[in-house]
C-alpha cells in the first residue's frame, strides 16, 4: 500500500474517469472550472505545492462540481459515482484497499448540491485511506519485529 498525500486530492480532481485526456485538455477543463466559479487559481495550486486541503466554500464547491462532472465523478443526478472513482483509485492500491476505503463513503451522499458532496466524499476517502495505510504500516512493522 502507498502513502497518499494531501495532492492526492489534487489528482482525484484532476486525472479522469473517461477515457484518458490529454494534459492539454485536463489544463483546458481546469481553466474553464476556474473561469466559471471564479475560484482563485492559487486555491488549486497550493493543494499540489502544500499539500493543503481547501476550506470549504461555495466557489470551491462549484469547481469540484464542474470538474467531477466532466471526468464523470457525479452523475446527472449529481450523486458520487463511485464506480468511476473506484475504477481510478484501482491505479495506486489493490482491490481490498480500495473496497475498504471506499465502502463506508458510499452511503454519504450529504451535500446540498454535487460541489459538496464531491467535497464530502474526497475527505471521506482520504481519511479512510490514510487510516488504512497506518494500519498498515503498524502491522508491517509488527511482522518485522517477529521476524528479526
Do not use: H, W
Not at 484518458?20 to 489544463?27: A, V
Not at 452511503?107 to 448540491?113: F, K, M, P, V
Amino acid at each position: 500500500m502507498m502513502k497518499v498525500p494531501l495532492s492526492f486530492i489534487f489528482i482525484f480532481v484532476f486525472v479522469q474517469a473517461r477515457p484518458k485526456l490529454t494534459e492539454d485538455e485536463i489544463k483546458a477543463m481546469n481553466k474553464t472550472c476556474l473561469k466559471e466559479t471564479g475560484l482563485d487559481d492559487r486555491i488549486v495550486k497550493n493543494i499540489v505545492s502544500f499539500d493543503t486541503f481547501p476550506k470549504p466554500s461555495d466557489k470551491y464547491y462549484k469547481y469540484l462540481e464542474c470538474m467531477y462532472i466532466n471526468q464523470g465523478y457525479l452523475d446527472s443526478d449529481g450523486l458520487i459515482s463511485y464506480q468511476t472513482i473506484e475504477d481510478f483509485i484501482l491505479d495506486f492500491y489493490d482491490l481490498d484497499t480500495v473496497k475498504l476505503a471506499i465502502e463506508p463513503c458510499v452511503i454519504i451522499q450529504d451535500g446540498r448540491n454535487g460541489g459538496e458532496r464531491a467535497y464530502n466524499a474526497a475527505k471521506c476517502l482520504l481519511r479512510n485511506l490514510e487510516a488504512l495505510e497506518k494500519r498498515q504500516e503498524k502491522e508491517d512493522k509488527i511482522a518485522s519485529r517477529k521476524s528479526t
